[in-house]
């Protein structure tokens, strides 16, 4: 099953705008991250939050989260083309007898036109 | 500095037979998952191992099988194959630490085509 879920689905903007993609999810979690993933290859991290932070930044990349809603907010600003790829939230909360995994989302795939 | 490495990168077998993938973690790496992709969409979860043990396990069938040797490298073995099977493989490592802030590296994966 899969808690995390991206909107929207598919992002199209212009080089050079900022891209905000956004993640709901159910359960109470430990921390959640942002992964990047190009053309159906491996998944790249790129940023975690602890559910007890509230905004966290990493070079271009800012990412909220709002566990009293529980959703999270990736954005991406001064996007490149290179920034083309499929990006997925991931949950990591408490599965029991003392482990925590990780739920990817069905991801947001954006692209950024030259 | 190696990172996660998987093989075969594409893989085709028709119903009823029995894959094994393999993956090497990235090295200091102690803990291993695996995750199925179908296309379009997020990886599912399948298990994961720790001190040559299956540590957690998702919602999959006991066709799924694993195992960690000492080296900390893992096999995935999946049994009478089912075109359902057919997806993008992941593995994933993590090192163990005292704070439960594992992030995770992932290999390119291997592809499954189940004809």
Same mark, same amino acid.
């Given at each position: ?34 992964? !990047? ?42 996007? !490149? ?34 | ?17 029995? #894959? ?57 073995? #999946? ?16 090192? #163990?630490?005292? #704070? ?16």
């Amino acid at each position: 099953s899969q808690q995390g879920e991206e909107d929207p689905q598919a992002l199209s903007i212009q080089e050079g705008e900022n891209a905000t993609m956004n993640c709901s999810y159910k359960t109470s979690i430990n921390n959640l991250q942002w992964y !990047r993933q190009n053309s159906g290859r491996g998944l790249v991290h790129l940023i975690l939050i602890r559910s007890n932070e509230r905004e966290k930044h990493s070079g271009r990349l800012r990412v909220t989260l709002d566990t009293s809603k529980k959703s999270s907010s990736l954005l991406i600003t001064a996007s !490149r083309a290179a920034d083309t790829a499929s990006y997925f939230c991931a949950t990591d909360a408490y599965s029991g007898a003392g482990s925590y995994q990780l739920t990817f989302g069905k991801g947001t795939k954006l692209s950024v036109i030259p | 500095d190696a990172g996660v490495t998987q093989s075969p990168t594409h893989l085709i077998k028709t119903r009823g037979q029995q #894959v094994t993938l393999r993956c090497s973690p990235k090295s200091g790496h102690d803990t291993v998952s695996w995750y199925q992709q179908a296309l379009g969409q997020g990886p599912q979860f399948i298990f994961q191992y720790y001190e040559e043990e299956e540590r957690q396990r998702g919602n999959f069938p006991d066709r799924f099988s694993g195992h960690q040797f000492p080296n900390y490298s893992s096999e995935l073995n #999946v049994n009478a194959l089912l075109l359902g099977d057919s997806a993008l493989y992941l593995c994933a490592s993590s090192l #163990v630490t005292g #704070v439960h802030d594992e992030k995770l590296f992932f290999g390119s994966g291997t592809q499954l085509s189940v004809l």
